[in-house]
């Protein structure tokens, strides 16, 4: 009998220990952070005291990334990535390398003849370390998050396409970050079946007209999109006909250009979103907008209050919320009742009102 119950015990142990490897703990949040670097791309992660920062922005955003990394304690980062070796990913991580101690430096390429990515290059040597290419099926670890790596699957002439793409996962919520990969890059992971559903996706190459197609959009329904762009910038990013498309999926977009640094935290279920600032005025009535301002609406001696509801996403919202406006009409219905009863419909919070 003694036997037979350590024996029992052993197999529990090895179970747990397995499970635990193949499902960690949460600590406590993740935060993503999509720095405002104008028209170019910067993105921290932080995960349970870990940390992880994807491309830096132009070399004159260097200073930028020093003081953004300074201002939020970040000294150290386990993975710096860069996405492909443009410089409005590559430059500004020089900044980060001045700064904080670095574990392990990435990139979709070894060698690129430029004077940007020559000095990233040369900064990792500083710190004693040699440029890793990341390859498609990686798996990283940061804090209780996972990092897969889905592409490229191949590479080509096409450097916006040769972009990494990554998926960050944490309990129940991920982060798709796509660099600048462009449709042909997109139409291969999704002919692949490797474009999963996830909660945030950062836009592809700021908004432009090549990327973020409707198969790419209807593999990865995304709930949320950060669009990384600089103000009134030359290429017309992000493009109306990207904005419609995110609008067609009901997807609740940020910009940069609009909003400044978008902050989304999430304790591994839900997903709430910090702006450095509203957007203007002309821009909150602008497709695919996201202002994160509301009007509150206060529940009486009852506890009820109204909200407006999107039966598709499952998402509820305050009136003055500006997801609810953007909303189909074949998705909106209005509701007046308590919020705990919306929670047991299965019913989530919006992530820009809050309610």
């Given at each position: 009998m003694f036997f037979q119950l350590?024996?029992?015990?052993?197999s529990w142990f090895l179970f747990l220990l397995l499970w635990g490897h193949s499902c960690p703990f949460l600590h406590g949040d993740i935060v993503v952070h999509f720095i405002d670097v104008g028209q170019a791309?910067?993105?921290l992660v932080e995960s349970d005291g870990e940390n992880m920062l994807v491309d830096g922005?132009?070399?004159?955003?260097?200073?930028?990334?020093?003081?953004?990394?300074?201002?939020?304690?970040?000294?150290?980062?386990?993975?710096l990535v860069n996405s492909h070796p443009h410089e409005d990913h590559v430059g500004g991580l020089p900044g980060a390398l001045n700064y904080a101690t670095v574990e392990r430096g990435f990139s979709s390429y070894r060698h690129y003849d430029s004077e940007a990515f020559r000095d990233y290059v040369g900064y990792l040597a500083m710190q004693g370390l040699e440029l890793e290419v990341l390859e498609a099926g990686t798996r990283l670890s940061l804090g209780g998050a996972t990092i897969r790596v889905l592409g490229p699957l191949v590479r080509d002439s096409e450097v916006n396409d040769n972009s990494l793409v990554l998926l960050v996962e944490y309990g129940?919520?991920?982060?798709?970050?796509?660099?600048?990969?462009?449709?042909?890059?997109?139409?291969?992971?999704?002919d692949a079946g490797l474009v999963p559903r996830c909660t945030v996706l950062k836009v592809a190459h700021h908004g432009s007209?090549?990327?973020?197609?409707?198969?790419?959009?209807?593999?990865?329904?995304?709930?949320?999109?950060?669009?990384?762009?600089?103000?009134?910038?030359?290429y017309g990013h992000p493009t109306?006909?990207?904005?419609?498309?995110?609008?067609?999926?009901?997807?609740?977009?940020?910009?940069?250009?609009?909003?400044?640094?978008?902050?989304?935290?999430s304790d591994g279920t839900v997903v709430t979103f910090s702006l450095e600032r509203s957007a203007s005025p002309a821009a909150s009535t602008a497709k695919g907008a996201a202002t994160g301002k509301v009007d509150k609406v206060a529940g009486g001696?009852?506890?009820?209050?109204?909200?407006?509801?999107?039966?598709?996403?499952?998402?509820?919202?305050?009136?003055?919320?500006?997801?609810?406006?953007?909303?189909?009409?074949?998705?909106?219905?209005?509701?007046?009742?308590?919020?705990?009863?919306?929670?047991?419909?299965?019913?989530?919070?919006?992530?820009?009102?809050?309610?």
């Amino acid at each position: 009998m003694f036997f037979q119950l350590r024996r029992r015990a052993v197999s529990w142990f090895l179970f747990l220990l397995l499970w635990g490897h193949s499902c960690p703990f949460l600590h406590g949040d993740i935060v993503v952070h999509f720095i405002d670097v104008g028209q170019a791309d910067a993105i921290l992660v932080e995960s349970d005291g870990e940390n992880m920062l994807v491309d830096g922005g132009n070399g004159a955003d260097s200073s930028l990334i020093y003081a953004y990394l300074k201002r939020h304690g970040i000294e150290r980062i386990k993975y710096l990535v860069n996405s492909h070796p443009h410089e409005d990913h590559v430059g500004g991580l020089p900044g980060a390398l001045n700064y904080a101690t670095v574990e392990r430096g990435f990139s979709s390429y070894r060698h690129y003849d430029s004077e940007a990515f020559r000095d990233y290059v040369g900064y990792l040597a500083m710190q004693g370390l040699e440029l890793e290419v990341l390859e498609a099926g990686t798996r990283l670890s940061l804090g209780g998050a996972t990092i897969r790596v889905l592409g490229p699957l191949v590479r080509d002439s096409e450097v916006n396409d040769n972009s990494l793409v990554l998926l960050v996962e944490y309990g129940e919520v991920s982060f798709l970050l796509t660099g600048d990969v462009e449709r042909d890059g997109e139409n291969r992971l999704v002919d692949a079946g490797l474009v999963p559903r996830c909660t945030v996706l950062k836009v592809a190459h700021h908004g432009s007209n090549d990327s973020t197609g409707y198969r790419f959009l209807r593999a990865a329904l995304p709930e949320y999109g950060v669009i990384s762009v600089g103000k009134n910038n030359g290429y017309g990013h992000p493009t109306e006909e990207v904005l419609s498309r995110l609008e067609d999926a009901g997807v609740e977009v940020f910009r940069t250009d609009w909003h400044g640094h978008v902050v989304a935290r999430s304790d591994g279920t839900v997903v709430t979103f910090s702006l450095e600032r509203s957007a203007s005025p002309a821009a909150s009535t602008a497709k695919g907008a996201a202002t994160g301002k509301v009007d509150k609406v206060a529940g009486g001696a009852s506890g009820e209050a109204s909200y407006i509801l999107n039966t598709n996403s499952k998402k509820f919202h305050l009136p003055g919320c500006s997801a609810a406006r953007r909303m189909k009409d074949a998705n909106r219905k209005d509701y007046g009742g308590k919020r705990q009863d919306l929670l047991d419909q299965d019913y989530e919070p919006c992530g820009i009102c809050k309610p």
